[in-house]
């Protein structure tokens, strides 16, 4: 049998709200996609049928008519997301309402790619051990830059490309790969601080600078999937050479790496945790003055953004928040000057992202259910749970 294209939609837009929004309503659900009361019963049924979700009676609303809060089915399909990390990767299963269960961490025991990579085979492994054919997809995000599949070029692990397939060798699984700014980005614009927003960009300093466009919830990725590396923009001075290859890229003046050489001091090893203790050392005044500098540095880059893609939103994570907490003047100067006179009246507003620590994963989340719900997806599944 052959789906009709179209035929799931209504059940993948019911599918959407529930994974942003944990604990949503049959009523709400309805509202919020303008279905009638009996479309909106009439799907929910269906994709109790299906096992997809299950119905719970909600708390009464006062005179409200009686609703039911819409919950993932106990034997519905999961996505395990993974995060590789330079000590570390994380792990969980995400359910269809994009709650995060089962988290698990591990230190790398070796960083070469073959170790690392059957590890995290081995937590694949795991996974499907543990939930079976419910498992339909593994969601896998990279501190590195991504094309399709495969991890070009990942600096904070010392890899060159990889191909990160074998992390589903054996299983029958899909693998998603995404850049971890990139994620952090989908779950600010899906869930978070720019929440709502049509076009928002998010920036991420860790070492050097990442991030991503968000357009309707999603990343402008590029054509092969390796868009978003506006650390490796040109807002810098050309006679330095970035690790990447290219000169005076932006990474080199918005991290630790920068903080060190406005205090003249040797470049860290650690440039993360450095910039943290400096920013620990922001009474002093040659460090005040240093950290204006790369905070300045950081909101002249974010301007020239605004001016390129004209977000309604920009979302800041990791150092970004420090950075600019601490020098808010220099910050907000520098940003202003860098904007084209239109957009000064009403510039983009620049917040702080929501999801600190979980943003990756959750990101990750969002794009593996997008790909166990699609029109297809749901016809598979439907197919499967109906013989
Ligand atoms: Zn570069």
Known sequence: MTARRGQWQTAADVLGQVARR????????ARELGLSTSSATEVTARLRDLELLTETPAPSQGRGRPTTVLRPHPRGPVVLVMELRQADWRSAVV?????????????????????????????V????????????????????????????????????????NPVVAGTGLPLLVGNDATLSGVAEARMGAAAGAGTALHLIV??????????DGSPAS?????????GHIPFGDRSRLCPCGAHGCWDLEIDGRALARHLQEPEPDDPYNYAEAVLQRIDESPVAAAVGKVAAALATGIAGLVNAHDPEV?????????L??????????????????????????????????????????????????????LATWAERTTL
Do not use: C, N
């Open 222 to 230: 590029g054509a092969t999937g390796a868009g978003g590396e506006y």
């Open 324 to 377: 600019r907490a601490a020098a808010p003047d220099a910050f907000a100067t520098a940003y202003s000057e860098g904007l084209m006179t239109f957009h000064r009246a009403a510039p983009p507003a620049v917040l702080d992202s929501t999801h600190q620590k979980t943003g990756v994963l959750r990101g990750a989340a969002a794009l593996g259910l997008d790909h166990i719900t699609t029109d297809t997806a």
């Open 95 to 123: 359910t269809l309402d994009g709650v995060l269960v089962d988290q698990e961490s591990k230190r790398h025991r070796s960083r070469r790619p073959d170790a690392v990579l059957a590890a995290l085979q081995a937590g």
């Open 314 to 322: 920009v979302t800041l994570g990791g150092l970004a928040i420090s």
């Open 125 to 164: 492994g795991s996974a499907q051990a543990k939930y079976g054919d419910r498992l339909l997809a593994v969601s896998l995000a990279v501190a590195g830059t991504v094309r399709a599949d495969h991890l070009m070029q990942a600096p904070v692990l010392g890899w060159s490309t990889v191909d990160l």
């Open 22 to 29: 944990p604990g949503l309503t049959r009523a709400a659900v």
């Open 206 to 215: 860790e070492v050097g600078i990442g991030g991503t466009l968000i357009i």
